[in-house]
Structure formats: C-alpha cells, structure tokens
C-alpha cells in the first residue's frame, strides 16, 4: 500500500463514523417526527431532535428544522457514501478531502446557526431550550469530518505537487459555484421544502404545517394537468423550433448574406418588439387581431375578399401566443448566430465553394458546424426561459379563451402562488409546481449538454500546467 | 488547361480591383502573378476561380468563356494563405470534402485521399484535427485538399506567406516538383518575387489592378518593360537616375548631376534627343573603383555576404552591393564604376520603356 493511499486512508477511519453519527444524530429523531413523534418520545421519553424541536405555548410540538442543517447533511452523507465508493475504486483523489472538509465546516456552522434560531424562537415561545445530545454529536461529527477533510487534502497535495495547480483552478471557479448556490440552489432548495408545506394566505400567520407530498398529488391528479402539459410541451417546442432557434437561424444566415447595411437594418426591425415594452406590444397585438372595424388583419382580409372575419384569438389563440412569443424571442438568436457566423473567416467559404459545395451544403457542413456552440447555448438558454415565461401569454389570453386553452405551467404556478385564485395564495401549492419546472429545465440541459456532446466542444487548453 | 483573360475588370463602386487585364496562359504552365498588397491578385484569382463575378471582360478555359459557370463546375483546386481547413473536420475529411460532394464511392475515396495523403507526407496524420498540426503540416492538407479531386487548374494565393523561411524555401521547391509531376497548369500569387523567379514559366506583374508585365523571369529581370517593373523586380531595386541622353564623339553620352557614362551605342541611340530621361542601373553593375563618379556615403548595410552601401551622387542614391570588411563608414567618399552593359532607359512621362 502506497503512504499516499495510507495517508489519506486515516481521514476516511476518521470520517467514516463521524459522518454516520452526524447522519445519525440529527436525521432520526427528524425521520421518527414525520413518521410518529409519538413513537420516539414514548420510547425515550423526550424530544431529541438536534436542538430544534420546541414547545409552543399551547403544549403543541412543533418542529423547526433549520432548512441549512438537513440540506448540508444530506449532502455530506451522499458525499461520504460516493467517497466509499471512490475508495474501493483505489482513486483517493483530492477532492473527497476537499469537499469532506467544506462539508464538515458547512454542518458545524449550519448547525451552531440552526440552535441559535431555534433557541431564539424557544424563548419567544416561553420554552426552555437545552443542546440536546444528539445536537452535540452532531457539532462533533461535523467537527470531525473537517479534520478528516482537511487531513486528507494534506496528504494528497504533500504527495503531489500538481495538485497545487489543481487547487487553484478551483480557486478560480470559486466565485461562480458561490453565486450558483447563492441564487440557484438555495432558492431551489427552499422551493423545495415550501412545497412541503400548505402553506397560503388563509394560514400564513400559523407554523408551517408540513403535508409531506399532498400538493404534488394534487398536483398531478388536476383534472387540467394533462392539458396544461401538453401546453407547456407545446408552446415551449412550438416557439423554438419556428422561431427562437428556426426563425433566428434563418434571418441570421440571411442577413450574412446580403449587403451589410441591409442585413443590419433587417436585424434592428427584428428587434424591435424586444425593445417595446411587453404591455404595450401585448395591446397592439390585441387590437390587431380585433373583429372588424377595428383590427388591422380582418381589415386586410377584407380587402383579400375574405369573409371569414372572426376574433382571432378566440379563433387561433395558439397560432398567435405562439407568434407573439415567437417574434420576440427570434432576435436574441439571430443576434448570437449572426455574430457567429460573421466570426467564421470567409476564406472558409471560399475554399468550400471551390471544393464544390452549394449554398446548402455550406451551410449545413460549414457553417452549422461551426455555430455548434452557439446553437446548443440559444437552444438550452431559450428553452428554460421559455419554459418560465408566461408574461405575454398572461397579458394576450391569461391562459384562455375558456379553461386553460392556453394555460402553461409557469402561468399556473404563478396564478396558484401569486394570485387570488379561489380566495387565496396557496404558496405551497404553487411552490410545488414552480418546482416541477426547476427539476424539468434541469433534466433539459443535461439532455441538451448530451445531445450536443459539449465536452467535445471545448478544447484542451493549449497552456500545458507547468 | 489553357486559361485566357480576356478584359477583365472588376470594379466596386470606385474600388478597383482589377483594370483590363489581358493574359494568356498556356496549358500546363506556371504563372505567378506578383505585385505589391492591394494591386488585385486575389481579386483576379477569385475572378477565375468563380467566387467574383467580374464587372467586365472574359474568362476563357480551353476557349469556352467560364464566366456564369459556378465554382464547383469549373474543376480548380486551390490553396489559401491561411490554409482556409474546415477546423471541425479531422485531416481526412478535410481531403475527402471535394470527393465527398462529388459523390465518389467510399472505397475510392479512401484510397485516393490516401494516396494524396501519402504525396505530401501527411498520410499518418489523417486522424487529427488541424488545430493539432504544424502550419507546414496544415499547409500539406490544404494542398492535398486542392490536388484530391485532380483539378485541371491549380490555384494559390500566397500559400508560403505563414511558414518561416527555411519551410518556405523546402515547399517551394516541392511545390514546384509536383506542379511539374502532375503537369496541373497553375497560378501562383505571391508578393515575394524571389518566389515568383524561381517557380514560375511567367510572371505576371500588376500594380493598382493592371497588368504591368507578362513575361519569364529572366526577360522580367533584363528586359524591365515599364518603370514599376524594373523597381520592383530585383533586389536591391534597381537605381534610377535623370539623365539627358547626348552624342559626343561618336559616342553615347548619359549625362546627369554628378554622372557621366557612356552607353552602348543600340541602347543610346533610343534615348538620344528626348530630353530627360530615366536612366536604370541595376546594384550588381555599379562597383567601387579608383576612377569614376564620385560621391558620398550615406548607410551601410551588412547583409552577411555583403555589404550593402548607398551613395550619393549628386542628388541621386545608388545602391550597390560590396565585399564585407572594406571598412567603409558612413560620410566616406568613394568613387562609383558603371557597367553600362546593361543600362535600362524610360520615358519619364509614360514610364515605359525606351528599349523594349
Ligand atoms: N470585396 C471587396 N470590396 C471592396 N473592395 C475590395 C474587395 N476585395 C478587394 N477589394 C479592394 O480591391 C483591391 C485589390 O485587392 P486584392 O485583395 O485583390 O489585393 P491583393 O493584390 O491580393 O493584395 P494582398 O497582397 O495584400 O493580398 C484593394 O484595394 C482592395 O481594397
Ligand atoms: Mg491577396
């Protein structure tokens, strides 16, 4: 056995307890409260809950669980279990005692923190709060697993100088990993625990009561959830394919083809609705779409001779959430493609021509190729913006004409978070499909980093690490 | 493949590009087409190659005039300063692209972009990427690329410009090789004259998008028919002085400030009696001597096996190349000798030449 692996080996004896005492110590009494707390503290005869179970006033138990706490140790525990795994691969590498180490300063820190509010929320409610022993065991572990954590990463950087190097790389990627926590997973997380709960503006005043998975049951046995499904799949690929990416795409090749000042001056028309603001490009839209006298299309299908002349949003109300949208969405990609293609050397296109390829067959070996990477970015970023847009949709139908003709999944989860809907905000309701888009816009991308096959796309550095 | 350019300009707005330009060039020669940045060499290269449509004037392969035929039905390769390969295609598929479009079956095409591969030395490469390749390397590519699909014309745009100069003498050479190999009539652009006299059946010199010259290098070097040309083929450039062309004694007299040589008689006589003309000398014919025109000098250039010295003569800079080691400084004066075998006479109005 090489020192290396021994070395390191000696923080895993170290963390290995410490993190199932952590696991332990703070998850049981947790577990046994949302299965029976009954059942645990007729057993021990006491509430153990790592610090945060108090009594209120009335004698009723309640459980306040810093969000922080759970999310950490879950996190440290399924780290530990992938460390197992590493380890019996024979690869101890550097950042199982780096994340052990974040991860056990995180859960002392987080746990200190999650005593200290329950403690303050205890003596407003009149109780006495103690560190219960599954608390402290739970500081220690953590404690625990920072030493293992840090122990290892000494080991293994003293064994290989280049791990220095690596250290630094992160250092680097520090920063963006602190605001994607700050502002993706954090937030997510919340989402997460409020759609837990029930709680709306008829009981917001009341302890979060938490109703396990109720609201996504509700959630997905809606008479309407088919329905606003099949929307979202809709409106989402519908306006991606013809106009986000498609229609982008063809204006951008266009415009790269013809004279530049006539290019740039079909780019600026396109950008005009972007630059309108939503409302008053929603109302022109609806009044263009009007019954005669009064809208602009019937009028010109009258001049057609076209008798047809309905409401056109009550006729095609697809056909026009989808245009609005569409129009709007085309020249973020029409900007990113152009600029792409502009950036491509001309000589390439020369040199295709000579070797014999039509205006197609550069385009689709040349040209496509080359604005991979951009195609994959509009492809992912529009499709997660479109899948959390709903505010021209709210503005030109609300989701209608009738029920829910046109209803998305963000509208809905804004109607039943935000609005008045049936006499309350049911946040936790509307937390839980708010949530359903985060864990959907996710899935997206790891599909899209697939289908693109990102990794080919980015270069090995040509600096070499010296 | 026999090319003709019969006319041909082309022209944006007030750009010019190329101005009339008239050329022959017979099947299986090499034609380079030299002249300084922005005289139109790769406008006119486009031109034949399809990419421009010309404003005005013919193009002509084997006598059919080619001018609404696209590029991909015209049946030319061609080689690009900065390679111009498909950055997202490994070497093999760069090569096989031309085959690929023209439909070739696969096993054909294996071998013959192998085969291609193997004649420029790049047949292990065939796996990588160009981004992975030296630019020596990448230029090979874009030569097989050009020579897969067995053009009948071969076009360059200065494909040596990127490499250093001991790679730009070895392509040279290769290149050279195989163009004489495959018979394959070309037309080369370059910028580097040395390129275009040691490569070239003829080169075509042009200046502001007109043809000053079509002739081989050696009647380019001796036989200069205009004033751009011989200042701008040679190196160092060629010297020019005012001078008024007299008979006295019988003899040829070219008489300026602070010079007075005596030419050969069939040159003098077709300078006499025009009052100024422009006397050219080339660096090679003027030596250091005890007797002669006298003047001062003005820079030394040790360029390794000589020396390089520009004097003054009256109000004229001679150049001329002497053995290292004379100990010669700067403010020295010096006697200069004349050959004047080989003296040149222009038309300082026309600038063409007097003699041819
Ligand atoms: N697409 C174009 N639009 C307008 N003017 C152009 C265009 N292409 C070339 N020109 C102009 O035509 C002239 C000739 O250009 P060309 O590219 O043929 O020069 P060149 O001889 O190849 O020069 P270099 O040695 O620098 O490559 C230049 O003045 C150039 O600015
Ligand atoms: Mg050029």
Partial sequence: ?466 | MKVELVNLTKRWGDVVGADGINLTIEHGEFVAFLGPSGCGKTTTLLMVAGIYKPTAGEILFDGKVVNAVPPKDRNIGMVFQSYALYPHMTVFQNISYPLKLKKVPKEEMQKRVQRVADMMGIGHLLDRKPAQLSGGQQQRVALGRALVKEPQLLLFDEPLSNLDARLRLSMRSEIKRLQIDLGITSIYVTHDQVEAMTMADRVAVMKDGKLQAFSPPDELYERPKTLFVAGFVGNPPMNFFDVEVVIENGEYHARGVGIDLVVPAERGEKAVGRGKVIMGVRPEHVSLADEGASGVINIVEPLGRDDLIDVRIGETDVQLLVEPGLGLRIGDHVKLHFDTENVQFFDPDTEKSLLW
């Fill in chain 1, 1 to 466: 056995m090489s020192s290396k692996r021994f070395r390191g080996l000696a923080g895993y004896v170290l963390a290995a307890p410490a993190a199932v005492l952590a696991v332990a110590a703070f998850y049981l009494p947790w577990v046994s409260f949302i299965v029976n707390d009954k059942l645990f503290s007729t057993l021990t005869g006491r509430h153990i809950a790592a610090g945060t179970v108090i009594q209120k006033g009335s004698g009723e138990i309640v459980f306040r669980g810093s969000v922080m706490n759970h999310f950490i140790l879950v996190v440290a525990a399924v780290t530990f279990l992938s460390l197992i795994v590493a380890w019996q691969r024979r690869r101890l590498v550097l950042w199982d005692g780096l994340a052990l180490a974040i991860l056990g300063a995180m859960g002392f820190f987080g746990i200190l923190s999650g005593f200290g509010v329950a403690s303050r929320k205890a003596g407003i409610a009149g109780v006495d709060m103690e560190m219960t022993y599954g608390m402290a065991l739970a500081l220690l572990a953590s404690l625990l697993i920072f030493v293992a954590g840090v122990w290892n990463t000494v080991a293994v950087t003293r064994e290989d100088p280049s791990v220095k190097g690596t250290l630094g790389a992160w250092g680097f990627m520090a920063p963006t990993a602190f605001l994607v926590m700050v502002f993706f997973f954090i937030p997510a997380f919340i989402l997460f625990i409020l759609s837990l709960t029930d709680l709306s503006s008829s009981n917001f005043s009341e302890p979060w009561h938490f109703i396990g998975l109720e609201n996504y049951r509700r959630m997905f046995s809606d008479r309407f959830f088919p329905k606003i499904l099949g929307n979202t799949i809709r409106y989402v690929s519908l306006t991606l394919i013809f106009f986000n990416v498609g229609m982008a795409l063809v204006l951008a090749l266009l415009t790269s083809h013809i004279r530049r000042r006539a290019g740039f001056f079909f780019r600026m028309i396109w950008l005009l609705p972007r630059i309108t603001p939503s409302v008053v490009y929603i109302v022109m839209w609806r009044r263009m779409v009007q019954q005669p006298p009064y809208g602009i299309i019937n009028q010109v299908l009258g001049w057609l001779g076209v008798e047809h002349q309905p409401y056109w949003l009550n006729e095609q109300p697809w056909l026009f959430v989808i245009l609005v949208n569409g129009f709007v969405g085309a020249s973020f990609g029409m900007l990113i493609f152009s600029s792409a293609i502009e950036s491509i050397p001309k000589d390439l296109f020369v040199a295709a021509r000579v070797d014999g390829a039509s205006t197609w067959q550069i385009v689709r070996d040349i040209t496509l190729p080359l604005i991979k990477w951009p195609l994959l970015f509009v492809t992912s970023y529009q499709t997660l913006s479109l899948l959390v847009s709903f505010e021209y949709i709210l503005l030109l139908t609300n989701g209608g004409p009738g029920l829910f003709t046109t209803e998305v999944w963000a509208l809905t989860s804004y109607k039943r978070a935000l609005f008045t809907y049936f006499g309350t905000n049911q946040w936790g309701y509307g937390a839980a499909w708010g949530l359903v888009l985060v864990v959907i816009a996710i899935v997206a991308s790891v599909v899209y980093l697939r289908v693109f096959r990102f990794d080919e796309l980015v270069q090995e550095p040509k600096i070499d690490v010296l």
